[in-house]
């Protein structure tokens, strides 16, 4: 457009301007009677009159709703908002001077005749203005409908993926139930089983670590949750607001009867609907807080269920260290018993050389026998023989050695028995002995088959660990999914929020504009300019929310990489047990073979010495020993198996102590539930309240149509009298005068009858929104009464305008821990990148932080400023019904001090966030 067009744009907008305020000088008021005065020629401009319209156009439109929301391409408006500020001039005097001078002599006819025309000129400037007026109302009601349109679009869609994830939440809960039942079989296992708790508090501190963490970051994620709704809960306002400024427009069209009507309807539908997405996102809001908590249960079972695998590897590691312990002791034994089987075959050998020496004993005594015999057959042949020979003397010197050499074998005979007896008494002894022993033999064997039983039992267990291990690994991965899902649907969200920014700052504009048209046409559009306050207001709300968000979603994508880091080290740490666990399987099959071939030596060993029944000194010494031995072991492992049993009555102890405070927590959530009955039941009442007042409105409504309706009928009787010909004064067009001047009285009465019940369907509102305020009061105190949303904000960049939300403190609070970088901080993913992305995606990363330190230093800054300017339900809701009306009273020329205050905050892309990389080629990505 040129700057001709814009000049004459300009010289007709104030043309139009003093026409205006020369009519609104000009008209008479209902209690005034100078409608039937004479009026002279000089009163009136030299201009040439204007043709008179038809009677048709003064009709009332009948146009379909649809026409409404048409954009026309004849209508710009954009040569307004080149246009400067002008103060409106003030209005002219009324001419009452000179209509009612007496010096100027002029027929009764005459005066009718321009009175009518005047008036009839007069009537078609005001249909004309606002037929413009109306047009632009309209492309400004469809641009805010698009936004409604837009914002249900993105409430559809998040109620989309609430139901989704409620869809997802039912394996979770059918797992929940699986869980309890696996952990009931733990308890019982866990008292059959002996536990080193000792040994396990290191690794019980390190699973509380990253519970604690685990924790934190649900925290974070329900942050993120809250955050989104109240979000919405912004955006909901802000579209109440829109609908404020909607209908304080429609005030100001208050003569354009029919489009009024259409936009009351308007108005009404999307109370409507804004009620019911109320009341959807409270459900929705419920849904989400439940189903977090239950995947917060979850989670803490899996740890629980972590640290029993961690305690039950423990209990191996410990059962495997006794196997150990055994292996060594059978290799002892049977070095023993090798030892003792050498012994026993010296003493063997021994005991058949004594025997053998006794046999030839025996046979050296039977050999003497025989000998002696022989002697004496002899010493008879030789007393015979002396008797008749002298040999005596020398067969009484033989017969005296054969007796000394018989009483010499003799003595060796008796040493011979009594080492034969001793020899009887030691194998006596022996076989004692080894009886003795043989009894511990079978004491040991048993106390081995309750070893083997439990060896039995660990394995069992180890399967069951390992089978719950593959079912958390499962449900890790559809954790893993749902979180992606729920990344998903924060990045839509996230887009779809930067969309509404920039259509907010599009409406803005506009808003601009129309506010400057307004305030150059007449006083109420004061009103409508500072509705567009408002809704610029409501945009820098919209900004700070998003510049709220944005932190939030830094911090997001820094959980989702610690996560995916501890998921890849937790399938580490379970291929490790897995590979553990194989070894250990290797390692008991070749203790049961050992063990197998154990037993056989021994079987065979007892039936050797069923056969051996000697032993020797040495044996006996050595055999002590060892039992000496092995009862210095049987007392250390009582006094082990007593520690165990200690520790086990701690466990105990300690078990006891938790179930006492799942018990308090179960009553505290009965009381935070009884609390959130009374909560619901406060919010119907208010809704009923609300219904209650939604009634008066729609009286109002149809009293309003009633009443244009007669505006209708006593207009059409104006035209009609408008349109009869001129014809002497007479008394019957003073009789017309009279009535069109009643008639003109009941025009007066009932548009200020119309302002009245405007006003009261404006207190009405007022009212709503001050109930709806209360509502989120009510939200906000449902969400301080759950424990495990801390209530200290870390950061509040809009400073005191906005209530802050528990919820949101809680979640700033929990960002604030999760700043700070964990020990997994770099995951498989970023490892897998190349390094020039990890370059472009660190200096977008620290890009992006120095934007947002500059923007909430700039929002600091003026946040003392902004304050009472970012509530805009506050004004209502907290004056009372004379503040109203003393806002519709304010002097048009009259500054608004929050505008005045108000300054712009820095945009997103401007002159101080350009960024650049010289190590870069191409766009930095940001996320």
């Known amino acids: 457009m040129s700057e001709d067009d814009r000049a004459a744009k300009a010289a007709r907008a104030k043309a139009m301007l003093k026409k205006r305020q020369a009519k609104k000088a000009g ?45 026309d391409d004849n209508n710009d408006t954009s040569w307004l908002s080149s246009l400067t500020r002008v103060g409106t001039p003030p209005p002219a005097p009324p001419p009452t001077a000179a209509v009612n001078d007496p010096s100027t002599p002029v027929s009764a006819d005459f005066t009718s005749t321009l009175i009518n025309g005047r008036q009839a000129m007069q009537l078609q400037e005001e249909i004309n203005y606002f037929r413009k007026e109306n047009e632009e109302l309209n492309l400004k009601i469809e641009r805010l409908e698009s936004e409604k349109a837009e914002s249900q679009k993105a409430a559809n869609s998040v109620k989309s993926e609430n139901e989704t994830l409620v869809a997802k939440l039912t394996p979770l809960e059918t797992a929940k139930s699986d869980w309890v039942k696996r952990e009931s079989s733990l308890k019982t296992e ?87 997405t109320i009341s959807l996102l409270v459900s929705e809001k419920a849904a989400l807080t439940s189903d977090l908590e239950r995947l917060s249960d979850v989670e803490s079972r899996s740890q629980e269920t972590e640290r029993l695998l961690a305690e039950e590897q423990l209990k191996s590691s410990n059962l495997e260290e ?9 290799q002892d034994s049977t070095t023993r018993i090798q030892t003792l089987e050498a012994t026993e075959k010296t003493l063997a050998d021994k005991t058949k050389d004594q025997e053998r020496q006794l046999q030839i004993a025996n046979g050296s005594l039977t050999s003497s026998r025989k000998e002696a015999e022989k002697h004496r057959r002899r010493v008879r042949e030789l007393e015979e023989q002396i008797q008749s020979d002298d040999r005596a003397d020398r067969l009484e010197e033989s017969l005296k050695n054969t007796q000394d050499r018989a009483d010499e074998i003799e003595f060796q005979l008796s040493k011979l028995k009594q080492e034969h007896s001793s020899l009887r008494s030691e194998r006596d002894e022996l076989e004692s002995r080894i009886r003795t022993h043989s009894e511990g033999e079978n004491e040991w064997k ?48 996230q887009e779809k929020l930067s969309d509404a920014a920039t259509e ?32 610029q207001e409501e945009g820098t709300n919209l900004m700070h929310s998003l510049d709220e968000m944005r932190p939030k979603i830094v911090e997001l994508t820094g959980a989702k990489l610690a996560l995916t880091e501890k998921v890849d080290a937790l399938e580490r740490v379970i291929q490790n047990r897995e590979v553990a666990i194989g070894e250990l399987e290797v390692d008991l099959e070749k203790v049961r073979s050992t063990f197998e071939a154990s037993e056989k030596r021994a079987q065979d060993l007892l039936s050797a010495r069923e056969m051996d029944r000697l032993s020797s000194q040495d044996n006996e010494t050595e055999l002590q020993k060892a039992y000496s031995q092995l009862q210095a072991e049987f007392e250390s492992s009582l006094a082990s198996v007593r520690s165990l049993e200690a520790d086990r009555t701690i466990g105990q102890h300690e078990a006891m102590r938790h179930m ?43 009293e309003i149509e009633s009443l244009r309706q007669e505006l209708a009928l006593r207009d059409e009787e104006l035209e009609a009298l408008s349109s009869f010909p001129d014809k002497p004064h007479s008394l019957k067009d003073e009789l017309n005068d009279d009535v069109l001047s009643s008639l003109k009285l009941d025009l007066s009465s009932s548009q200020s009858h119309i302002r009245s019940l405007e006003e009261s369907m404006f207190l009405a509102e007022a009212r709503s929104h001050a109930l709806m305020k209360q509502v989120t009061a009510l939200e906000d105190q449902l969400a301080a009464a759950r424990p495990q949303l801390p209530s200290v904000r870390s950061f509040s960049p809009l400073g005191g305008a906005l209530p802050s939300r528990p919820s949101s403190q809680g979640s700033r609070m929990a960002g604030s821990h999760s700043h700070k970088p964990s020990a997994l901080a770099r995951s498989a993913i970023e490892h897998n990148l190349s390094p020039e992305t990890r370059h472009k995606r660190k200096a977008s990363l620290s890009m992006l932080k120095a934007r947002i330190d500059s923007e909430l230093a700039a929002a600091s800054v003026h946040s003392q400023a902004n304050s009472r300017a970012l509530s805009p339900v506050q004004s209502v809701s907290s004056g009372d019904k004379g503040s109203i009306a003393g806002s519709r009273a304010r002097s048009p020329t009259g500054s608004n001090p929050l505008y005045s205050q108000h300054r712009p905050r820095p945009q997103f892309l401007d002159d101080s966030h350009v960024f650049w990389c010289s190590s870069c080629r191409g766009d930095l990505v940001i996320l």
């Open 660 to 702: 006492e405070e799942v018990e308090r927590l179960q009553q505290l959530t009965s009381a935070q539930a009884e609390e959130l009955s009374s909560l619901h039941q406060e919010l119907n009442q208010r809704q009923s309240d609300q219904s209650e007042e939604k009634s008066f409105l729609d009286g109002a409504q149809n």
């Open 27 to 71: 008209t008479p008021s209902g209690s005034t009677p100078g409608v039937t005065s004479p009026i002279s020629e000089r009163a009136f401009s030299p201009a040439p009159p204007e043709p008179a319209p038809a009677p048709a156009e003064l009709e009332p439109e009948k146009r379909d709703l649809s026409d409404v929301f048409i954009a």
């Open 504 to 535: 907010l700052a599009a409406n803005s504009r506009q808003l601009q504009t129309a506010q400057n048209e307004a305030k150059i046409a007449n006083r109420r559009a004061e009103n409508a300019e500072r509705a567009q306050k408002e809704l």
């Open 190 to 276: 866990m008292d059959a089983l002996r536990a080193n708790l000792a040994q396990a508090e290191a690794s019980k501190s390190n699973l509380q670590r990253t519970e604690t963490n685990l924790r934190a970051e649900n925290k974070n994620m329900k942050s993120t949750l809250t955050e989104l709704e109240t979000a919405k809960a912004t955006r909901i306002s802000e579209l109440q607001q829109s609908e404020k400024a909607l209908e304080e427009l429609r005030r100001h069209s208050s003569q354009l009867e029919q489009q009024f009507q259409q936009l009351q309807a308007d108005t009404e539908a999307s109370l409507r609907n804004e009620q019911q």
């Open 446 to 493: 048993s106390k081995h088959s309750d070893l083997h039983v439990q060896h039995k039992l660990v394995e069992s267990q180890l399967t069951q660990t390992i089978s719950e291990k593959e079912t958390l690994s499962q449900d890790k991965l559809s954790l893993q999914t749902e979180m992606e899902s729920t990344q998903k649907a924060l990045a839509l969200l």
């Open 322 to 330: 006794h196997l150990q312990q055994l292996r060594a002791e059978i």
